[in-house]
């Protein structure tokens, strides 16, 4: 069975390293996994007024994450936290009241960052937000991938053998979370 990803990024631009970083990992994933990124650059700040007249975007945002059978979480560390345009993605995605998409949806969280620590205090924080939304969240491995020059290459291919294969052993476990919750779901 071949499970579709949704993945999100939680920088807007498109030189992210984190972006670069989902585009490499889509390389690497097993043939289980299909690997798709949902956009959020043109999600309006959310505010509850929207809620009576739905932006067309915001539901198509929603459709997209509906359609995954699991979401990876990609994001940068801004101020010890997450962006702010990925909390709204997820006020968007959660609202409004009682029609989350997030809820029962596995998902992992990843980030890069070219500080020592990376993306750790903003994926506590993730995790945190997607715990409220009840997204069964991959608990470990926890992935805090150090951006140094060369990790990946101009052909988009992660450079440093001992990265490639952590990211491999990621997305497999990823992969065996995913199986799990949807195998669970299928119990009840």
């Given at each position: 069975m071949?499970?579709?990803?949704?993945y999100?990024?939680?920088?807007?631009?498109?030189?992210?390293?984190?972006?670069?970083l989902?585009?490499a990992?889509?390389?690497?994933?097993?043939?289980?996994?299909?690997?798709?990124?949902?956009?959020?650059?043109?999600?309006?700040?959310y505010?509850?007024?929207h809620?009576?007249?739905?932006?067309?975007?915001?539901?198509?945002?929603?459709?997209?994450?509906k359609?995954?059978?699991?979401?990876l979480?990609?994001?940068?560390e801004?101020?010890?936290?997450?962006?702010?345009?990925?909390k709204?993605?997820?006020d968007?995605?959660?609202?409004?009241?009682?029609?989350?998409v997030?809820?029962?949806?596995?998902?992992?969280?990843?980030?890069?960052?070219?500080?020592?620590?990376?993306t750790a205090?903003a994926?506590?924080?993730?995790?945190?937000?997607?715990?409220?939304?009840?997204?069964?969240?991959?608990?470990?491995?926890?992935?805090?991938?150090?951006?140094t020059?060369?990790?990946?290459?101009?052909?988009?291919?992660?450079?440093?053998?001992?990265?490639?294969?952590?990211?491999?052993?990621y997305?497999?476990?990823?992969?065996?979370?995913?199986?799990?919750?949807h195998?669970?779901l299928?119990?009840?």
């Amino acid at each position: 069975m071949t499970y579709n990803v949704g993945y999100i990024v939680g920088s807007l631009s498109q030189r992210s390293i984190n972006r670069s970083l989902a585009a490499a990992m889509s390389r690497l994933a097993p043939p289980e996994l299909s690997l798709s990124e949902i956009p959020i650059d043109r999600l309006p700040l959310y505010n509850h007024d929207h809620d009576l007249s739905y932006p067309a975007v915001a539901q198509e945002f929603k459709d997209a994450i509906k359609a995954s059978d699991a979401l990876l979480f990609v994001t940068p560390e801004y101020n010890r936290s997450i962006p702010g345009a990925l909390k709204n993605a997820i006020d968007w995605a959660t609202r409004p009241f009682g029609s989350s998409v997030l809820a029962g949806k596995p998902a992992a969280v990843i980030g890069a960052s070219p500080g020592p620590i990376s993306t750790a205090v903003a994926q506590q924080h993730l995790k945190t937000i997607l715990s409220f939304t009840n997204s069964p969240v991959m608990g470990q491995p926890e992935a805090y991938i150090q951006f140094t020059p060369g990790l990946i290459g101009d052909d988009g291919e992660i450079q440093v053998p001992a990265t490639a294969d952590f990211l491999t052993g990621y997305l497999r476990a990823f992969t065996a979370h995913i199986r799990r919750h949807h195998h669970d779901l299928a119990a009840l």
